[in-house]
């Protein structure tokens, strides 16, 4: 935002992020939410928990950076239940496993310069989230090379294709919801995780259960 930009405009620029969370978790009804505890994945000053926490039991949100959770903190004080946490950039070790019902991340993956540790927080994102809950996450879909891989920093980070994000859901259990975006700067996707084992039972019953299952 601007250097003279106030708190409501601020927060004002996360309309559209927010839309798009809330489109999202329509896809349980209203009366199955309400204990819902979230977690954000690179929270900033807040802009996001500020609007997101009228719709959960409990909202917690993660960055690397002490200086911007001392912003949040002072940012959602009058939130009593949005928690923002330092953490290390690599994992969610403060949260035990299956803590939360919805999970997100919009703008951080993309400025992460290492493929494996955006491998790392997906690995994570697997353990925290309860089965059945969602994950709505945002990915640099834009095409590898070797001579990009090798210039990857914090402003233009690691890249991933559509076809690698489907091999890790595969191999973890996760139902894609949404792919798009592929092949930009600003892919998204959605997952709903599920028991160990549900992929395989799925395609027992049909050879094309999975083709079907990622085009909803």
Known sequence: GRRDQDDAGFFATATE????????????????RGGWRALEIGCGPGRLMRP??????????????DEM?????????????????????????????ESFEFLYSYAVFQHIPSREV??????????????????????????????????????????????ELLDFTRERDFQVLVLEGTATQYMWTTWRKHESGWLDAQEN????AQIRIRRI
Do not use: C
Request: net charge neutral.
């Open 118 to 163: 955006v491998y790392q927080y997906l690995r994570e994102i697997h353990r925290v989230l309860k089965v059945g809950g969602l994950a709505r996450l945002q990915f640099n879909g834009l095409q590898r090379s070797e001579d990009i891989d090798a210039s990857y920093n914090t402003w233009a980070g690691a890249r991933f294709s559509a076809s």
């Open 205 to 208: 019953r049909a050879p094309d």
């Open 52 to 65: 997101m926490a009228r719709h959960f039991a409990e909202i917690h949100g993660v960055d690397v950076s």
């Open 17 to 32: 992020v927010i839309n798009s969370l809330e489109w999202e978790m329509r896809r349980v009804p209203a009366v199955q």
């Open 69 to 97: 959770i001392a912003r949040a903190r002072e940012k959602l004080a009058d939130i009593p239940n949005a928690f923002p946490h330092a953490t290390d950039g690599a994992s969610l070790s403060l949260f035990p496993d």
